[in-house]
């Protein structure tokens, strides 16, 4: 029986090497959606109907396939922090994380012809009190303009965080563990 093939519904290389510790075989195709929600949502919500926007899209070109979409957000005192626009913007938000905790939120679909499971994981994230001039050294590093919350934990971002609770992975954009739990759950097997 030939192996159920698996999309990850991404463009981010972050997703992409977290998939790959799975050791499922895979493609990538980088889903066209319009990611606007309304600001009635809750995290949780926005990153679960993105996730599955994501995932719908690349399901309707290849519908026999396993489909994952993810979406991650940050968000501080109540408001989302998206992917900084502007140095500016990047540095604002660096700005209103410095010294604070603040919550990941990781949308993620999995679809296929069979069924569908869409979950989110919620990470804390404490950041150490951020001088100007460690805001600026980041900032010119280029890492945090394609970044939610304008950080990447898994790069120089990692000197900005104090501790984490929760799941490293889901910070970083892919909960695997819970994931791979959810691939078994809809049948698909590892190669032998």
């Given at each position: 029986?030939?192996?159920?093939?698996?999309?990850?519904?991404?463009?981010?290389?972050?997703?992409?090497?977290?998939?790959?510790?799975?050791?499922?075989?895979?493609?990538?195709?980088?889903?066209?959606v319009d990611e606007s929600v309304s600001?009635?949502?809750?995290?949780?919500?926005?990153?679960?109907?993105?996730?599955?926007?994501?995932?719908?899209?690349?399901?309707?070109?290849?519908?026999?396939?396993?489909?994952?979409?993810?979406?991650?957000?940050?968000?501080?005192?109540?408001?989302?922090?998206?992917?900084?626009?502007?140095?500016?913007?990047?540095?604002?938000?660096?700005?209103?994380?410095?010294?604070?905790?603040?919550?990941?939120?990781?949308?993620?679909?999995?679809?296929?012809?069979?069924?569908?499971?869409?979950?989110?994981?919620?990470?804390?994230?404490?950041?150490?009190?951020?001088?100007?001039?460690?805001?600026?050294?980041?900032?010119?590093?280029?890492?945090?303009?394609?970044?939610?919350?304008a950080y990447g934990i898994q790069g120089?971002?990692?000197?900005?965080?104090?501790?984490?609770?929760?799941?490293?992975?889901?910070?970083?954009?892919?909960?695997?563990?819970?994931?791979?739990?959810?691939?078994?759950?809809?049948?698909?097997?590892?190669?032998?």
């Amino acid at each position: 029986m030939p192996h159920p093939h698996l999309i990850l519904a991404s463009s981010s290389p972050r997703r992409k090497d977290l998939l790959e510790k799975l050791s499922f075989p895979f493609t990538t195709y980088s889903p066209n959606v319009d990611e606007s929600v309304s600001k009635e949502l809750s995290p949780s919500e926005i990153v679960s109907i993105l996730a599955l926007r994501k995932a719908n899209n690349i399901a309707l070109k290849f519908p026999q396939a396993y489909i994952i979409g993810s979406d991650t957000i940050v968000v501080c005192d109540g408001i989302v922090l998206g992917k900084p626009q502007c140095r500016e913007e990047g540095e604002q938000m660096l700005k209103q994380l410095s010294g604070r905790t603040h919550s990941v939120y990781t949308g993620v679909a999995v679809v296929n012809t069979n069924e569908t499971k869409v979950f989110y994981d919620k990470t804390d994230v404490e950041f150490w009190e951020l001088s100007t001039t460690l805001i600026n050294q980041y900032l010119d590093s280029g890492e945090p303009f394609d970044k939610a919350g304008a950080y990447g934990i898994q790069g120089y971002g990692a000197l900005l965080v104090k501790s984490i609770i929760g799941d490293y992975y889901s910070v970083v954009g892919l909960p695997i563990s819970r994931l791979s739990r959810i691939l078994l759950e809809m049948g698909l097997t590892h190669p032998k």
